[in-house]
Nanobody, 115 residues
Framework: QVQLVESGGGLVQPEGSLILSCTAPGDIFSRYTMGWYRQAPGSQRELVADIPIYLPINYADSVKGRFTISRDNAKNTVYLRMNSLKPDDTAVYYC?????????WGQGTQVTVSS
C-alpha cells in the first residue's frame, strides 16, 4: 500500500503562514503528478494546487498569489507554502499523487485559520 506522509498543519492567525509537506515513495514521486486538495466541513474536496512532472503548475483561483507548491526530487517531498491565510482556508488538507486513473491520498492534516 502506498503511503503519503503529510506534516505541517496547525492553528494559525489570519494573515499568517504555514508550510505543509508530503513525502511519497520514490517510484511514485518520480512518475506521478503531486498535489494538494482540501475539504472544509460540509464541502466537497477541492484541488488547491498540483505540480505535474512536465506540465505547468495549477492553482485554484482562490489561492493564486498566496500559495506556492513545489517539489524536492531529492527528498521525494512536495511542499505547499501558504501565505496570507484566511479563515476560508480552514480545512483538512490532503496530499495526492495521481497518474492516469490511479490516485493515492495522504491521511490529511488539519489547517485552522482563526484569531
Amino acid at each position: 500500500q502506498v503511503q503519503l506522509v503529510e506534516s505541517g498543519g496547525g492553528l494559525v492567525q489570519p494573515e499568517g503562514s504555514l508550510i505543509l509537506s508530503c513525502t511519497a515513495p520514490g517510484d511514485i514521486f518520480s512518475r506521478y503528478t503531486m498535489g494538494w486538495y482540501r475539504q472544509a466541513p460540509g464541502s466537497q474536496r477541492e484541488l488547491v494546487a498540483d505540480i505535474p512532472i512536465y506540465l505547468p503548475i495549477n492553482y485554484a483561483d482562490s489561492v493564486k498569489g498566496r500559495f506556492t507548491i513545489s517539489r524536492d526530487n531529492a527528498k521525494n517531498t512536495v511542499y505547499l507554502r501558504m501565505n496570507s491565510l484566511k479563515p476560508d482556508d480552514t480545512a483538512v488538507y490532503y496530499c495526492n499523487a495521481r497518474r492516469g486513473g490511479v490516485a493515492y491520498w495522504g491521511q490529511g492534516t488539519q489547517v485552522t485559520v482563526s484569531s
